[in-house]
């Protein structure tokens, strides 16, 4: 091929070439817009928080009254706020911060039963979003079960459940729940909040920037109580059936049938017995069930539960206990509720004696929510470089293509510079978390393992990045991703089954789970 040819061909290659560059380097400049809440957490770790709580005023509002928002007076029990129709796309509020830090954001509203949609909102601080799942926070819809009916046969008939409109408050969480409630940085000055909606039908009565409540320990909780001589009730032991729920967060929270035993209340050999609650659809971070309870006098009790949890092997499941909708000490934030494929009792305690709950005369409601507890950071972890590495594959294969072909250099080092760095941070995190799991297990193991082999595989591909097109490293690295995926899902879904509950005295005995002792 004589010069005259290969000017032109050199030409386009290097027009190809400046043609990918720019597309990466846009897509590296777009993707680092807004960080994931992980980066964000951690890049204001050390900042305040400041216990001033910042009331915002819902009458500054900038969509008013146009937009599908409007302000209303004495409606469902309540004073004033604004109300957000299904025409709204968006509110903004002015807010006047005295001191910058951290806030987590409570809200007070009413939703419409109009709607099964989740209650989806985006947020925004001065005109821009903070972290990327601030696109999709969520609070909560609430609903009932009806009774339990029969068929003809003397089956139970699974019960319809049916939202019901009433007051909650919450704090804003993201759509996973892996996060738990999200903290905002706010900067000294006028700050905008923008909440976005889509077809959202509800009344907001109040927003509030504030601080979460600090929990107390066990020890500062019973001590608090003896000191002003409250005493244990006595001769107590109420079973309440964990299918008959009070209300709930899901319409799909179902309760179920089991055969297994039949020291599962109740039970029949001829008839469908609806007769334990959860279930597998209890799995997704805050997801919550509440029941009625009634204390017969003032005094301590302990709670009991008959529960299952033969889904997550050699793990646990976390429950967040609440009675009237607080927690009363910081070790019922997370209770574990282990791994168990048969029936097992589980008096909430530290291992050494139950935990002494005070409760007044009269009716409470006992709340179970599912949270990730000790589990939190790992799924948030693997979240991150689940994220951050489906980016840098699909980088990768926007040049090569999935099938990339071995013999050809695709210039990988020049048209993605920061290729290298990206695997070996990706790296560091899967083994700054096996460690910490080590920390907290004891020792090494299967699930430490898994974050250690792959975080090895991640440093090989950053040493070789002209490796990757050949001896199928780019599958390898796909099915990395895939494995890290699946691992996040099984952490994140944390199902458990309860046949019942008992409110019990100090000293009264759970009834026996096994026919057998």
């Known amino acids: 091929m004589n010069a005259k040819a290969i000017r032109p061909m050199k030409a386009l290659a290097a027009a190809i070439l400046a043609a990918l560059t720019l597309l990466c380097v846009c897509r590296a400049g777009k993707a680092e817009e807004t960080a994931a809440y992980y980066y964000y957490s951690r890049q204001y770790a050390d900042a305040a928080r400041p216990e001033t709580e910042l009331a915002v005023d819902l009458t500054r509002?900038?969509?008013?009254?146009?937009?599908?928002?409007?302000?209303?007076?004495?409606?469902?029990?309540?004073?004033?706020?604004?109300?957000?129709?299904?025409s709204c796309r968006e509110a903004t509020f002015r807010v006047d911060v005295p001191e910058t830090g951290l806030y987590n954001l409570e809200i007070t509203y009413f939703p419409f039963s109009e709607s099964e949609l989740q209650l989806l909102f985006g947020l925004k601080i001065d005109g821009a979003s903070p972290f990327t799942e601030a696109g999709g926070c969520v609070v909560s819809r609430v609903y009932q079960n009806e009774e339990i009916q029969q068929d003809a046969q003397g089956n139970d008939v699974r019960p319809r459940a049916r939202q019901k409109s009433v007051w909650r408050t919450q704090y804003l969480r993201d759509q996973t729940g892996i996060n738990g409630n999200l903290s905002f940085y706010l900067e000294k000055g006028s700050r905008d909040i923008t909440l976005l909606f889509e077809e959202a039908s509800l009344l907001i009565e109040r927003i509030v920037f504030k601080q979460e409540p600090y929990r107390i320990s066990y020890q500062d909780?019973?001590?608090?109580?003896?000191?002003?001589?409250?005493?244990?009730?006595?001769?107590?032991?109420?079973?309440?059936?964990?299918?008959?729920?009070?209300l709930q967060s899901n319409s799909t929270l179902w309760p179920g049938t089991d055969r297994s035993s039949l020291l599962t209340q109740p039970f029949?050999?001829?008839?469908?017995?609806?007769?334990?609650?959860?279930?597998?659809q209890w799995k997704e971070p805050g997801q919550w069930i509440s029941w009625r309870i009634y204390a017969p006098e003032d005094g301590f009790y302990n709670i009991g539960f008959k529960y299952r949890q033969g889904y997550l092997d050699g793990l646990f499941s976390?429950?967040?206990?609440?009675?009237?909708?607080?927690?009363?000490?910081?070790?019922?934030?997370?209770?574990?509720?282990n791994y168990a494929a048969q029936w097992e009792n589980l008096t909430l305690g530290n291992g050494y004696e139950p935990y002494g709950i005070y409760?007044?005369?009269?009716?409470?409601?006992?709340?179970?929510?599912?949270?990730?507890?000790?589990?939190?950071?790992?799924?948030?972890?693997?979240?991150?470089?689940?994220?951050?590495?489906?980016?840098?594959?699909?980088?990768?294969?926007?040049i090569t293509s999935s099938e990339p072909d071995k013999y050809r250099d695709y210039y990988l080092q020049r048209l993605l510079p920061g290729l290298a760095g990206d695997l070996r941070e990706n790296a560091g995190l899967l083994f700054e978390?096996?460690?910490?799991?080590?920390?907290?297990?004891?020792?090494?193991g299967k699930e430490t393992a898994f974050f250690e082999d792959i975080a090895y595989d991640l440093e090989s591909y950053a040493a070789h990045i002209g490796d990757l097109t050949h001896k199928s490293r780019l599958t390898d690295l796909k099915n990395n991703i895939s494995s890290l995926s699946t691992k996040m899902m099984e952490y994140q879904e944390q199902a458990l089954d309860l046949d019942y509950f008992v409110l019990l005295s100090p000293g009264e005995e759970m009834p026996r789970v096994k026919m057998t002792a």
């Open 61 to 86: 509002c900038a969509a008013l009254p146009s937009a599908g928002a409007e302000l209303y007076r004495e409606k469902e029990g309540s004073p004033q706020g604004i109300w957000i129709h299904e």
């Open 221 to 246: 909780y019973i001590s608090l109580y003896k000191q002003k001589g409250y005493t244990p009730s006595e001769n107590v032991r109420q079973i309440y059936q964990a299918e008959n729920y009070y």
């Open 268 to 280: 029949s050999y001829t008839k469908t017995l609806i007769n334990y609650g959860g279930g597998s």
């Open 318 to 337: 976390s429950r967040r206990i609440l009675i009237d909708g607080e927690t009363p000490f910081d070790e019922l934030n997370a209770v574990r509720f």
């Open 359 to 398: 409760l007044t005369a009269g009716e409470h409601i006992l709340t179970l929510e599912n949270v990730l507890g000790d589990m939190n950071d790992t799924v948030s972890v693997l979240q991150t470089c689940v994220n951050n590495l489906n980016d840098l594959y699909l980088s990768i294969v926007m």
């Open 433 to 444: 978390e096996a460690e910490r799991l080590i920390a907290v297990v004891g020792a090494r």
